[in-house]
């Protein structure tokens, strides 16, 4: 297993969560990293990407100024913090290493892809 993911779990909107994702040393050092979620019935989408240094980050418009990705090189880790969670961010969250330095929005250029981890968000 070269990502692990992991965090999720029930929060009352509003709330927070952290989500880490614990890569293998050669899939993360010098790998852009991406975070994914996918809700029910409805595909996969781009929630968040930081650069290989972390000099680069994006989000999805949805979840900006909420949402913050950040990695630790010493720990392999990435994570995602969400704050001031809403319902429609119930979702599987994945995340993924991407081919090259950089992450993107596009899922093709992604090699590697966590197991998902979920979180529901309740009113």
């Known amino acids: 297993v070269q990502l692990q993911a992991s965090g999720g779990g029930l929060v009352q909107a509003g709330g927070s969560l952290r989500l880490s994702c614990v890569a293998s040393r050669r899939t993360f050092s010098n790998n852009g990293m991406g975070w994914f979620r996918q809700a029910p019935g409805k595909e996969r989408e781009f929630v968040a990407g930081m650069s290989w240094n972390g000099g680069d980050t994006s989000y999805t418009n949805s979840v900006k100024g909420r949402f913050v990705i950040s990695r630790d090189h010493a720990k392999n880790t990435v994570y995602l913090q969400m704050n001031s969670l809403k319902l429609e961010d119930t979702a599987v969250y994945y995340c993924?290493?991407?081919?090259?330095?950089?992450?993107?929005?596009?899922?093709?250029?992604?090699?590697?892809w966590g197991q998902g981890t979920l979180v529901t968000v309740s009113s």
């Open positions: 993924a290493a991407s081919r090259f330095a950089y992450a993107a929005r596009s899922q093709g250029i992604y090699q590697y």
